[in-house]
């Protein structure tokens, strides 16, 4: 009878409880895993916010060179002769 209830109760908790808790560990970690790793996740916003910031300086020096074109076209409009 004592190799029973031992069996059946480890560190004073039931085996109901024991698995319980186990379940909603493991849930958890998975649920942790999905948000550093899924398709939503803490590493894809760092990617994204690499691509903004790679983009927003691609977008500067996009509009100083079209600011050096747009000069250069009236410039060269300027020179031609009216008609």
Known sequence: MAKKDTIGALAGLS???LLLTL?????FGIYVGIL????NSVTVLQHLEAKKTALKKESAILKADNQRLQKEFFELKQLEPKE
């Open 15 to 17: 085996v109901k409880t």
């Open 36 to 39: 550093i790793y899924g398709e």
């Open 23 to 27: 379940i909603g560990i493991l849930l």
